[in-house]
């Protein structure tokens, strides 16, 4: 706020971090909200979102990342085979490579031997 001349105060007030927010910060976060539509719903800047709550929207996207990697766990080790296949792909370094083997017959017949003289 800037006081001019006439007394009169200009501008928003200086924003102050409520930490009710960062909860709320992080579960839009995780829902997939971008920084720009959070601020809009909190009616502060974009720079001001970043320069109170960064911590808050970078716990949203691990927030999310943990809660979808337990339940794809629970339901590996509940035995789904397709999310034990993936979660063991994505986080054991395994794969489904297929091998073809390839056969040739010919259609002739090779003796290898002595050729006696």
């Known amino acids: 706020m800037v006081a001019h001349a006439s007394n009169k105060v200009r501008g928003r007030p200086p924003h102050e971090r409520k930490e009710a ?69 994505a986080r054991g370094g395994w794969s489904e490579k297929q091998t073809t083997e390839h056969v040739v017959t010919a259609p002739f017949q090779v003796n290898v031997g002595r050729t006696e003289s």
């Not at 502060?44 to 911590?55: E, F, G, M, Q, V």
């Not at 691990?62 to 509940?78: C, G, H």
């Open 21 to 89: 927010d960062v909860d709320r910060i992080e579960r839009m976060v995780a829902y997939g909200f971008t920084q720009e539509q959070i601020a809009g719903v909190l009616g502060i800047s974009h720079p001001t979102l970043r320069k109170h709550y960064a911590d808050a929207l970078e716990n949203g996207k691990a927030r999310v990342i943990e809660k979808v990697a337990e339940s794809l766990y629970d339901v590996a080790v509940a035995g789904d085979v397709q999310a034990q296949k993936f979660f063991l792909s």
